[in-house]
């Protein structure tokens, strides 16, 4: 009896986390790895995501060798980032760096890189399967993060949605360089400065991904009736310029005010579901609008036949949005959790730091959790993966 409750015990998702604003490397690293010690056993670490300020590029060889030697048998994964999240804390314009580890029993942990020469050369789902080492019918889930001066990351996420169709991909865009060959990309515990580097995960796991556009809807949906690219003509058979006048007479002088500074189209990804809430629509900026002709032109597809709201953002819609989000999954029992925010969210939008890892750990418990501040994030919208702006992209690790 004892030795199967060890045995299940050994088996279980396990996962730690740890961060640090230390700008002296010899502190920052120990301040790293002390932790861990408490939820994982160093040697069963299976994959440990490190995240750090462009203030360490000169000494990242030294940390990774340092959490190599501690995790010795984890595929280290990450980049370089503007800002990073972990534990309790966002860090933003400070030297900071943040780790997750994570021991995956029966989980199959394959590393990749993909240059772009690489990504043009890809033509079909079998070029895809060499690349990252796992077939499309293994229903794997992605981690990645990108250089997007050295590799077409849009390309990139279309493929994945084209060969390996329904399976998650989260993981941002590394911000931690402002021109070419400014970002540090981490794979297997190489460092490179071009590319796409990620993992694909298959197995014994469960997996919720939660992406959280910070908007709410306005008014009610309509359906695109007329529509050439991103120009949308009409809506609901009239003007789309009347629509949104008829939308914003409707509303709260205050919600008026707020529409007229922060406006966006949402357009439904899954236009099967009889009802549309909060997760179901990608949010696109409005770019224009034509009074002479009543269209709008957005930052996205027009496609006729399409059902598409209008939507708000600011930092309370933000809050509530992702509030909204996660609690559905309050009360589950989370193993850790990868948290990818948009460097325009943080104090950029909230008075205070910490905002979004404070409501995840609010909402779920101190679960360990780290990412970085992205230049853009990725994650699943109605089973398709996109690049987000101003988003809370987040991965939660769960028994199956």
């Known amino acids: 009896m004892g030795e199967e409750v060890l045995q299940e015990e050994v088996l279980r998702l396990r996962f730690a986390s740890s961060v640090t604003a230390s700008p002296k490397v010899a502190q920052a690293i120990e301040e790293l790895l002390a932790p861990l010690d408490a939820r994982v056993t160093a040697g069963a670490v299976d994959l440990a995501l490190l995240f750090a300020t462009p203030h360490f590029d000169d000494e990242l060889a030294e940390v990774l060798d340092r959490v190599a030697a501690k995790l010795p048998h984890a595929v280290l994964l990450g980049c370089t980032a503007e800002g990073t999240i972990g534990v309790d804390r966002e ?24 240059r772009q020469n690489q990504l043009e050369a890809a033509e ?28 077409d990351i849009h390309a990139a996420v279309e493929q994945v949605n084209e060969f390996f169709p329904n399976a998650p991909l989260v993981g941002g865009v590394a911000s931690g360089g402002r021109q070419p060959r400014g970002n540090r990309l981490i794979v297997n515990g190489e460092i ?48 789309a310029l009347e629509q949104l006048q008829h939308t914003l007479s409707a509303l709260s002088e205050e919600d008026e005010q707020l529409a007229r500074q ?64 996660l609690a559905p999954l309050a009360g589950t029992e989370v193993q850790g959790a990868m948290l990818f925010g948009c460097n325009g969210r943080g104090t950029h939008m909230w008075p205070k730091p910490g ?46």
């Open 91 to 114: 860090l933003e314009r400070v030297p900071s760096l943040s780790l997750l580890a994570a021991s995956l029993p029966d989980v199959l942990v394959r590393p990749f890189h993909i």
């Open 124 to 151: 079909t789902a079998l070029d895809w399967e060499r690349i990252v080492g796992v077939a499309a019918d293994s229903s794997p889930t992605f981690v990645a993060f990108g250089d997007p001066f050295s590799v």
């Open 192 to 239: 490179f400065e071009d590319g796409c580097v990620g993992v694909a995960l298959t197995g014994r796991m469960d997996v919720h991904t939660v992406v959280s556009q910070g908007c709410r809807p306005i008014g009610k949906p309509y359906v695109i009736t007329r529509g050439d690219r991103n120009i949308i003509h009409e809506l609901g058979g009239r003007p």
């Open 262 to 325: 922060s406006l966006f189209v949402g357009r439904v990804i899954d236009e099967y579901k009889g009802r549309f809430s909060r997760g179901d629509f990608l949010i696109h900026n409005i770019v224009g609008a034509d009074r002479k002709s009543g269209s709008i032109g957005m930052a996205g597809l027009a496609r006729v036949g399409a059902t598409v709201q209008f939507h708000v953002r600011d930092a309370q819609s933000a809050d509530e949005d992702l509030r909204a989000m």
């Open 355 to 400: 905002h979004d890892v404070g409501v995840l750990r609010e909402i779920l418990g101190d679960i360990p959790v780290a990412g970085f501040f992205c230049g853009g994030e990725f994650g699943p919208i109605g089973g398709k993966n996109f690049i987000h702006g101003f988003t809370a992209s987040i991965a939660l690790f769960r028994e199956p």
